[in-house]
């Protein structure tokens, strides 16, 4: 890491707004790899940085379970606010000190209204446009940790995916709701006047790796040096919908009359 020595340079401080399945681990990862950078998990989950709380190793086929502990133990059920403070003062050598916040995890308006008050927080806005795609994927990683317990979500290499049924209504309702708060989120923050870097999981990851000039934004935007930065995750799966999907021809049809039909056709990145 290195030191932050000229204090006539403020320290940066950024949240990313995103949602599961969006590519954010991947950008955490990568955006740690730099040693400027000091990039955390979800800290309002109680999930790494200085609140983090590793539930014991019994709980590990049981998700429910070792979120509650992790986020009751952490503090962050109690004193989400104080964890968000204490992330974001946890690297005081670093250029630049990250955290990731979803999306569900902000419905607290008291949460949001802490992050509000926070002197120049940036905030890097990591969306997935293929609301759709999300949501089975999603779908997949519960399935995923439900058969391989802790550590399935994520990998650093394709695998072949078995498909699931996927309920049509359940579908339009999480990605209706998905929609709409991160469009309250983004609104809540760009009427507040931070400063915002909106980066598209399709985009960003289309080719593999990050594209030079979506790196060079990124460490301009974090205030650090433009050095090469890495993160080993993959997509899990480049497979088409119809191939995850069991009823794939019953969602079609479900959604063909909606406001999330084009995302039947939408094209697939290559990497997440």
């Known amino acids: 890491m290195i030191r932050v020595t000229d204090p006539a340079i ?15 681990v991947f950008l955490q990862k ?15 989950l109680g999930l790494g940085g200085p609140c983090g709380c590793e539930p014991p190793a019994f709980l590990n086929r049981h998700r429910r379970a070792r979120l509650a502990w992790a986020w009751v133990f952490s503090g962050a059920a109690i004193s989400p606010n104080r964890v968000i ?8 050598d670093a250029r630049a000190v990250a955290f990731r916040g979803m999306y569900n995890q902000l419905q607290r308006q ?9 002197p120049n927080l940036k905030i890097i806005h990591l969306m997935r446009d293929d609301l759709l795609r999300q949501y089975v994927s999603r779908k997949q990683m519960h399935h995923r940790y439900n058969l391989h317990g802790k550590g399935s979500a994520h990998t650093s290499k394709p695998l072949k995916l078995n498909a699931i049924s996927i ?17 309250t989120l983004h609104k809540a ?11 598209h999981y399709e985009r960003l990851l289309q080719s593999g790796s990050v ?13 650090v040096s433009d050095q090469e930065m890495t993160s080993d995750l993959v997509k899990m799966s ?11 021809d019953e969602l079609k049809s479900v959604l063909q009359d909606t406001e999330f039909a084009d995302l039947l056709d939408a094209e697939q990145p290559v990497l997440a």
């Open 167 to 183: 309920s049509p209504a359940a579908a339009i309702a999480e990605m209706t709701t998905m929609a709409r708060s991160r469009e």
């Open 30 to 44: 990568y955006l740690h790899s730099h040693p400027e950078i000091c990039c955390h998990g979800e800290v309002l």
């Open 238 to 248: 480049k497979a088409p919908l119809e191939d995850l999907v069991d009823n794939y």
């Open 10 to 24: 403020p320290q940066t401080k950024c949240m990313i707004l995103t949602s599961q399945r969006s590519g954010s």
């Open 211 to 223: 594209e030079d000039s979506d790196r060079s934004q990124l460490c301009d935007f974090l205030g």
């Open 189 to 199: 923050f760009e009427n507040n006047g931070n400063e915002i870097l909106t980066l």
């Open 110 to 118: 008291s949460i949001v209204e802490h992050l509000l008050k926070i």
């Open 85 to 92: 403070d204490r992330t974001l003062d946890s690297a005081p």
